[in-house]
């Protein structure tokens, strides 16, 4: 099985080739862009459309960060690794919410716009047995932090999950208490909020 580590550390951009980093070495805070125009990613009303495979280059596209940046001692990693499903990002550490920390995850800057009237994703992965968390992040959110998040659950066999839209919830008081996919500019695929070993494989994320 090919293995290309992301990265392990405090917060780190995706490396664009195989790279190892140490788990308390420093890197730039992954800022997210804001007020870019996005081009609006075509959208089949027949059928699913898929956003990612981890294919072509997802490195490029995925980063990986950790509580660190907000003075948690969670540690983990994330790779790209073959499957019997194909390529896929696997997840890996042991979340801690010592010193207010709390969460490991990796995490996509989009380039598309999602259409408006998409009704969900639907996301094909495993794991142990955990629940993790897809978070969402709009435009003209008031903090990095602040997102929309929805659970879904894992066992040992892959699954297929829906997430409606309409079941992602504000982070915080002050947002709309409704998500706007078109308004959608970033991605996480997150182990939170718990003291737990996490073990996350996502082959493939799709808009429905």
Partial sequence: MEVLTLGEGRDVDLPRGPSKFGSKRRREMWKWTWGLPLMVLPFNALGDTVIENFENNPQA???????????????????LIDTDKGS???????????????????RQRLTDAWPADASGL???AKGNGEDYYVFLRTTG??????????????SDDWDTVDLPFVDFNPSHAGMPPKLDPGQVIGIGLVAYGKDF????????????
């Fill in 61 to 79: 596209r995925w980063g990986y960060v950790q509580d660190g940046v907000m003075g948690g001692v969670s540690q983990g990693q994330a790779e």
């Fill in 88 to 106: 896929a990002v696997h997840l890996t550490g042991a979340v801690s919410t010592d010193n207010n920390g709390g969460f490991i995850q990796v």
């Fill in 122 to 124: 639907r996301i094909t």
């Fill in 141 to 154: 959110m008031a903090r990095r932090w602040h997102s929309y998040r929805l659970t879904f659950p894992t």
């Fill in 197 to 208: 070993e996490a073990d996350l494989t996502v082959t493939k994320i799709e808009m429905y």
